[in-house]
């Protein structure tokens, strides 16, 4: 069973009881699944000084992309958890953005966040899937090589955008966050994406503003 959810140029785009979304074809064209985008956030302690900012930019960029995409919202700090699974209901992502809170304590798993997400869209229906990763420049728990994300993201076909809040002072000597580094850059070059370091957690909201044309 399917409900009727909003009229777009294509089509009516419609969301049946299991949250699946599809655009049903206006004059001239073809049914097609919705598009799909994992938003992937930081929630370790190193983001704490950026909370502010990252629930303002999170809650415009759900807000603005949700018409056209299936929407999960997946924390990273300690291991990866689904806060919001994939979704265009604009109130359970605005309840997702709300419950991303940094963990005292604790360390990033973004190698481990992008390779879940990756073999998780493998096996859903979708269009031109996409991964947005929004971290800062803390401890890298996930122990992984940047190849093995790398691979992942081109088996699923997801194109990689990481936003990625710097801080002047951080070095890339630890191993993980130098992998997390390698991962990043060489996933977004892969697949088509964008890779970009911000050193003001204020610039993240026009950041992903600028994405939304990109992604839609």
């Known amino acids: 069973m399917w409900r009727s959810v909003s009229v777009l140029s294509a089509g009516l785009l419609l969301v049946g009881l299991g949250g699946q979304a599809r655009l049903l074809a206006g004059p001239g064209r073809t049914a097609e699944p919705a598009k799909t ?14 909370l ?5 930019a999170l809650g415009r960029f759900v807000r603005e ?40 304590g604790t360390g990033a798993y973004t190698l481990e966040a992008i390779i879940e ?10 269009t031109n899937p996409a991964i947005v990763v929004i971290t800062a420049e803390g401890p890298e728990f996930s122990d992984r090589d940047y ?14 955008h990481a936003l990625v809040l710097t801080s002047r002072n951080q070095s ?29 957690s204020l610039a993240l909201e026009p950041r992903l503003h ?7």
């Open 37 to 50: 985008l994992a938003i992937l956030v930081d929630t370790s302690q190193a983001i704490e000084p950026h």
């Open 52 to 56: 502010h900012d990252v629930r303002t």
């Open 65 to 104: 992309m949700q018409t056209t995409h299936q929407i999960s919202l997946i924390e990273f700090g300690e291991r990866p958890a689904v806060l919001t699974d994939y979704t265009n209901d604009p109130v359970r992502l605005q309840q997702g953005v709300q419950r991303v809170f940094s963990r005292s």
């Open 117 to 126: 997400t990756s073999k998780k869209l493998r096996l859903r229906e979708g």
């Open 147 to 160: 190849r093995t994300v790398v691979d992942e993201l081109k088996t699923s076909g997801a194109t990689l």
């Open 172 to 200: 890339f000597r630890d191993e993980g966050a130098r992998e997390r580094e390698f991962a990043l850059a060489e996933g977004a070059e892969k697949t088509g994406g964008t890779r970009e370091h911000l050193l003001s």
């Open 210 to 216: 600028e994405l939304t044309a990109r992604l839609k």
